[in-house]
């Protein structure tokens, strides 16, 4: 194969992955024009970078692997500009998961085997679903710790909370999607 045609089967299949790293970059960001030079960049670099690709992983997982680190300049460049979200209505979604003495208001359904189930692509749909959804600074904090691997400390420094709320955060980000994967994916919704 020409070096042409493989430069064109690459420019292919990096927009075919363009909408994916937009919606990534968007969930952590929480701003479009950030997100978009994210992605840009994210694409430039595949480009500038496709000889250093030596597909032992797949090209997806390759360029995430970018676009993570360009979110993360993205969050440096523009960390006095960030939006906090202030409008956490996390405390509702505790009161409805749990009874005042804080045990679960319904026990957690069994649900089947976990292993097949994670293996379902649909699943994975439902689960990102769930992560868009996620409000302003609990899903930005979620993404950070689960997607960008950042460990507390660095979200405390980024996001300037202390390690207490980023737990609490995690804990809330952790019911919501509990929550959701309940309601959309096992389709038993709690009662």
Not at 114 to 143: K, N, Y
């Amino acid at each position: 194969m020409s070096d042409s045609l493989q430069l064109a089967d690459l420019h292919g299949r990096l927009e075919a992955l363009r909408p994916t790293l937009l919606r990534l970059a968007q969930l952590q960001l929480r701003n479009a024009a950030w997100a978009e030079d994210a992605v840009s960049e994210t694409l430039l670099a595949a480009l500038e970078g496709a000889s250093r690709f030596a597909g032992q992983s797949q090209l997806k997982t390759w360029v995430v692997g970018i676009l993570k680190h360009k979110v993360l300049d993205q969050l440096r460049q523009r960390q006095r500009e960030v939006a906090y979200d202030t409008d956490d209505d996390g405390e509702v979604i505790d009161d409805l998961v749990f009874a005042p003495d804080g045990h679960f208001r319904t026990t957690p359904q069994t649900w089947q085997s976990p292993s097949d189930t994670l293996q379902q692509r649909q699943f994975f749909e439902v689960l990102e679903a769930c992560m868009d959804a996620l409000p302003g600074q609990i899903g930005r904090v979620f993404l950070m710790r689960e997607w960008l691997e950042l460990d507390t400390d660095a979200i405390c420094q980024e996001l300037r909370l202390s390690s207490t709320n980023v737990w609490t955060m995690l804990h809330r980000a952790r019911m919501r999607l509990r929550e959701c994967l309940q309601l959309n994916w096992f389709g038993n919704p709690a009662k």
